[in-house]
């Protein structure tokens, strides 16, 4: 598979190769791809679920894909490495009908609850005479430390770094950064509360 990878930065070939992996007027990876090329190239550890017949994995060969050990994608999920890397690790869960499209790390003990968005990019928009689908992303990689719970229908944004061992409350829109032991809320999120270790509980924050 090295292959794929070296042949795609000769320009030549770029537009014949990537009409090889997917059509044209489509962001799915083509059939041989996802039958015969996947499988062999994506780390996937012992005892992850992937529900692939409910869910659409739209895997590309020239950015990784990995999940680890007990890592869970159910129903109806949606996840993309076609604009960058994703990994999830250990004990991951995305769930029902969720949508990760990388440049994403979700690090381990971390789960979505249902239909959460989280994108690694936007799409380009600094031409105005252009249609944006024509113009170059804009990549900004997500990080989710370990042990972070996405409550459902939230979106992360490109760009937002979240620490260990947050809550997101359902319905948040994370526009920035968040801490380790957080638990926010709201559009846009904001901190409702942080863990005080002196005290050992969780203490409100003041604005």
Known sequence: MSILFKLKNYKNLRPFLIWLITPKKSPRPRLWIRWFINPF????????????????????PWHRFELGKK?????????????????????CRIGIGSVVLGPVTMKSG?????????AGF???????TQNS????????????????????????????????????GAGSVVTKDIPDYSIVAGNPARILKRFDFEKNEWVKVKY
Not at 41 to 60: E, N, P, T, V
Not at 122 to 128: Q, V
């Open 133 to 168: 689908k024509h113009q170059e992303l804009d990549r900004r990689p997500v990080f989710i430390d370990e042990d972070t719970h996405i409550g459902s229908n939230s979106v992360i944004v490109a760009g937002v770094k979240i620490g260990k061992r947050c809550q997101i």
């Open 71 to 91: 890592g869970i994608i159910e129903d109806f999920a949606t996840i993309s490495n076609g604009a960058g890397d994703l990994i999830l690790g250990d004990n």
């Open 41 to 60: 190239i994506y780390k996937i550890g012992r005892g992850a679920d992937i529900h692939y017949m409910r869910s659409r994995l739209d895997l590309f």
């Open 110 to 118: 971390c789960g979505t609850g249902q239909n959460v968005f989280i």
């Open 122 to 128: 936007n799409h380009g928009y600094k031409d105005a």
